[in-house]
């Protein structure tokens, strides 16, 4: 599978962005794959945002952005977005979709996902 992911920009704190990650390359249904957004910032681990379980609707998000961001699905589109409202500096990172097939309940961790896409930079700054 090949993962694209897009949207990320400079904002304004405060402000929305919303990333989109385009999903190719399998046969079978953007519905019955796990997906999730993690989140790497200069110097920091890549830690864990959202994440959308396969054949489900149920979506996970880590406590630092729940309530502000949402993460979501277009099945005809064969996209997952991650709408990010409330922005604040300390979400400035760059932002990577991954991928894997059936859910794991080690969700939160990025080793336990199988594809990645290029990552796209977010910069909350004034």
């Known amino acids: 599978v090949q993962l694209q992911a897009s949207g990320g920009g400079l904002v304004q704190p405060g402000g929305s962005l919303r990333l989109s990650c385009a999903v190719s390359?399998?046969?079978?249904?953007?519905?019955?794959?796990?997906m999730a957004w993690f989140r790497q910032a200069p110097g920091k681990a890549r830690e864990f945002v959202a994440a959308?379980?396969?054949?489900?609707?149920?979506?996970y998000h880590a406590d630092s952005v729940k309530g502000r961001f949402t993460i979501s699905r277009d099945n005809s589109k064969n996209t997952v977005n991650l709408q990010m409202n409330s922005l604040k500096p300390d979400d400035t990172a760059i932002y990577f979709c991954?991928?894997?097939?059936?859910?794991?309940?080690?969700?939160?961790?990025?080793?336990?996902?199988?594809?990645w896409g290029q990552g796209t930079l977010v910069t909350v700054s004034s």
């Open positions: 991954a991928h894997r097939g059936y859910w794991s309940v080690a969700y939160r961790s990025s080793s336990s996902w199988t594809s």
């Open positions: 390359g399998r046969t079978d249904s953007l519905y019955s794959m796990s």
């Open positions: 959308i379980r396969s054949s489900s609707s149920s979506t």
